[in-house]
C-alpha cells in the first residue's frame, strides 16, 4: 500500500469550497503508474485529479484522471495545478509557461491582478452533428423536451474533451434538472463516452453571458461537474460559429456555473479570430490530505 499527499484546491472562485474542487498530487506523479493514477483519483472523489509531471516537451506536463478513467484535458484542474505550482515557488518568475497534456502543448500566461489569473490557451475547437433522440435526451436531464431550444443547434463541441452542448429555453429549467447518467451512452450513439452540458442565455449574474451546468459521462464514475474550465471554453467557440455568425470574430464572455450546487463559479472566456479559445480562472487553496492506494 502507498501513502500519496494530496492537495485539494478549488478552482473558478478564490472562496474556499465554491468553484470547482480539483486534487493535485504535487510530488508522487513521476512515481505512479497510470493505474495508481486512477486509483488516488478514485480515492480523493473529486470529478478529476492532477498529476503534474516532468516533461521533455513544456514547462511540465499534467495528467487528469476521473474515478474513472484518464482524459485528455481538464481545465479546473489546470487552474488547480498552476496556482499550486506556482504559490509554492515551484515555477519560481515564469509568467508565461507551456504545459504538456493529452490534448497538446498548451500555452499558460500568469497575471497579478488583485489575486493570480491563469489563463489556459485550449486545443483548437471540433464539432461534430448530434442526430440523437430530443425526447431521450430531455428526459435523461429531468426535464421537458420543450425545454430545450430548437432554434439552436445542438452539437458534440470539443477544446479537449468531448461534450454535447445542449442549449435551453429558460434559465428556471437548471433548477429542474436531475441527471440520469447511466442513460447517456445509449442516447449519445456518435459518442457514448462524451458528457453532457446544458446551457442558456439567460443568468442569474447579470455581468455574466451564458450559464450552464455540466453531467458526466458514467464512465468517469461522478454525477456533475460544479464548474468547468474546458466545456467553458467550447461554448466559446459555440457562441463565435452559431451565434455572433461571423459578426464578431474576437470577443470575451463571462460564463457562470454551479449555482444548483451551491458552488458559484465564474470562467472568463476570450475567443480570438473565432477559433483560438483562452480560458482564465483564478483558484485558492482548501487543504491537503493523505490517501491510500
Known sequence: MKRVKVYHYDAFSSIPHMGNPAGVVLLDGDD????????????????????PMKSDKADVRIRFFTPGHEINLCGHATMATIYALKTRGLLS????????????????????????????????????????????????????????????????????TWTLLIPIRTLEAFSRMRPDNALFP???????????????????????HMHARHFSSPYSGTIEDPVTGTASGVMGAYYAKYLSKGSDSSFDLLIEQGQELGRDGRVRVRVTNGDVIEVTGNAVFVNEFE???
Not at 142 to 150: A, F, L, P, T, V
Open 32 to 51: 505512479l503508474t497510470e493505474e495508481q493514477m486512477r486509483q488516488a483519483a478514485e480515492a480523493v472523489g473529486f470529478n478529476e485529479t492532477a498529476f
Open 93 to 160: 518568475d515564469l509568467a508565461e509557461l507551456t504545459i504538456e497534456t493529452k490534448a497538446g502543448v498548451l500555452p499558460i500566461r500568469l497575471a497579478a491582478d488583485n489575486g493570480l489569473w491563469i489563463t489556459m490557451r485550449q486545443a483548437a475547437p471540433e464539432f461534430r452533428e448530434f442526430a440523437g433522440s430530443l425526447h431521450a435526451l430531455a428526459h435523461s436531464m429531468g426535464i421537458e423536451e420543450s425545454d430545450i431550444e430548437k432554434e439552436m443547434p445542438i452539437v458534440y463541441g470539443s477544446t479537449g
Open 186 to 208: 445509449s442516447i449519445l450513439k456518435e459518442m457514448p463516452r462524451a458528457s453532457i452540458h446544458p446551457f442558456c442565455l439567460e443568468t442569474h449574474d447579470p455581468s455574466a
Open 291 to 293: 490517501i491510500s492506494i
